[in-house]
């Protein structure tokens, strides 16, 4: 089992920039696979970026190119989501996840989760 919990979340103007922290605990952090989440009021959950177990991969969708950067410690067992010039459509709670896995590759499907950090940009 592992355990994630992120942090760092908060309200922000509009081009301005947060940094989201997720940190694991339980099982050892540099086997799994990580990626970030968001979820809007009303709409789907969407997948945001992962990063492999080695933080040599990773992987961007493309609304976030450019603007978010996934990274990870695993000394510190912490995964990060760097959110530069946020716009209002951003402002969702945002999850971490982990999956467990072999190579070191992204993956898109996750076993734990987080329970989430919210991040309001107000215009």
């Known amino acids: 089992q592992v355990q994630l919990v992120e942090s760092g979340g908060g309200l922000v103007q509009a081009g301005g920039s947060l940094r989201l922290s997720c940190a694991a605990s339980?099982?050892?952090?540099?086997?799994?696979?990580m990626g970030w989440f968001r979820q809007a009021p009303g709409k789907e959950r969407e997948f945001l970026a992962a990063?492999?177990?080695?933080?040599?991969?990773?992987y961007y969708v493309d609304f976030v190119k450019g603007r978010f950067t996934i990274s990870r410690d695993n000394a510190m067992n912490t995964v990060y989501l760097q959110m530069n010039s946020l716009k209002s459509e951003d402002t969702a709670v945002y999850y971490c996840?982990?999956?467990?896995?072999?190579?070191?590759?992204?993956?898109?499907?996750?076993?734990?989760w987080g329970q989430g950090t919210q991040v309001t940009v107000s215009s």
């Open positions: 996840a982990a999956r467990f896995v072999g190579a070191d590759m992204v993956s898109y499907e996750y076993d734990y």
């Open positions: 339980g099982r050892t952090f540099s086997n799994y696979a």
């Open positions: 990063i492999s177990k080695s933080g040599g991969v990773t």
